[in-house]
């Protein structure tokens, strides 16, 4: 791992480990967002220690569920999405062989 | 000017300028809010910048609020923001939870979770008070939960969770967190204060929100109130702000 002190908080959930972190760390983050979004995704995928982070296109992002869709703040809807931007790529890369 | 004007309400009181008030300050900051009492007493370490977006590498070993602050000030410069170095404590819960319109439990632990719960619906109980709003917001692991309780409750914290979690809870200091989840938690927190707050259209009330990271799973579901419930209900036994009622595991909920 580049930064142990960093990820401390992230190496601890069992699912990512010192393991799901240094795979974290060879990918690269595809952030499907934009304005708000994207500063908030791309603040929590360094958080996560990801290797690179590229901004991809608006239309790779998955559709608003009903819960997101609901709620009537703009502010938070972004916030949201961007966090879950980059949770998404979390998993992906933990999941990657 | 960088307070709420002597005697003036702040909008919001944001317990916790961590991993989950982080993203709800930055949420609510961008949908216009300027005016806030913040309360924390940590510094900025390191191993907090994966979670909490409103600090850099520049903030390390700086008090939490001071950089807190400054971050608000940076996409704000017209917001008054007032800082409170200190935990939720007994002593002065009950006071603090009354300088804002609604409340925002961002805390790491049950204790003050518990805490914020009672102190927001006992400022209602005295002859002409003004009960206090609370939205609470949690995340471990992967999971984020976020509920709300009115002035008067029915529902509030305790109708779900009744009273403190034995020894068995997950540990913050040993559960982890994955840092994004504090972000779904806190835009969810400030979109039940916006609606609070009516800055945004919609029930604030009677949900729980909760989303779980591993499957990005957003769910909604009603809260009933229970009428056995200690704080809110027909017979409510919690009448006071009694320091015995807040005694147990001291970390829990981590962000």
């Not at chain 1, 296109?57 to 966090?83: H, M, T």
Request: with cysteine; hydrophobic share 45%.
């Amino acid at each position: 791992m580049k930064d142990p002190e960093l990820v401390l908080r992230q190496v601890l959930v069992a699912e990512i480990g010192v393991e799901g972190q240094e795979r974290i760390e060879r990918a690269t983050a595809r952030l499907p967002c934009e304005g708000l979004a994207l500063e908030v995704a791309e603040r929590y995928a360094r958080g996560a220690g990801f290797g690179e982070l590229v901004a991809a296109p608006k239309s790779e992002a998955p559709p608003l569920d009903e819960v997101e869709a609901s709620l009537g703040s703009e502010a938070a809807r972004s916030v949201l999405r961007g966090a879950r931007a980059a949770l998404g790529e979390v998993r992906a890369a933990i999941r990657a062989r | 000017m960088h307070a709420p004007r002597s005697g003036e309400l702040a909008e919001v009181l944001l317990v916790g300028a961590g991993g989950i008030g982080a993203p709800a300050a930055l949420t609510l900051v961008e949908a216009g809010v300027r005016s806030f009492v913040v309360v924390d007493d940590d510094t900025v370490e390191r191993s907090n910048l994966h979670r909490q977006i409103l600090y850099g590498e520049a903030d390390v070993g700086r008090p939490k609020l001071e950089a807190f602050r400054d971050a608000v000030l940076r996409r704000a410069p017209d917001a008054r923001v007032e800082l409170v170095a200190t935990r939720l404590v007994p002593e002065t819960a009950a006071e603090l939870v009354t300088r804002a319109r609604v409340v925002i439990d961002a805390v790491d632990n049950f204790a003050s979770r518990f805490l914020a719960a009672d102190a927001c619906w006992l400022a209602g109980r005295a002859a002409g008070a003004r009960g206090v709003p609370v939205v609470h917001a949690a995340a471990v692991r992967w999971v984020a939960t976020v509920i709300s309780s009115s002035p008067g409750g029915r529902p509030c914290y305790r109708c779900l969770f009744e009273d403190l979690p034995g020894g068995d809870a997950p540990d913050c200091a040993t559960a982890g967190v994955v840092g994004p989840v504090c972000g779904v938690a806190g835009a969810l927190a400030a979109e039940l204060a916006l609606r609070i707050l009516g800055r945004a259209p919609g029930e604030p009330y009677g949900q729980v929100y909760s989303y779980d990271g591993r499957s990005d799973r957003l769910r909604r579901v009603a809260l009933r109130a229970r009428k056995d419930c200690a704080l809110c209900g027909d017979e409510g036994r919690i009448e006071r702000i009694d320091e015995a009622l807040y005694l147990g595991p001291s970390c829990a909920e981590g962000a």
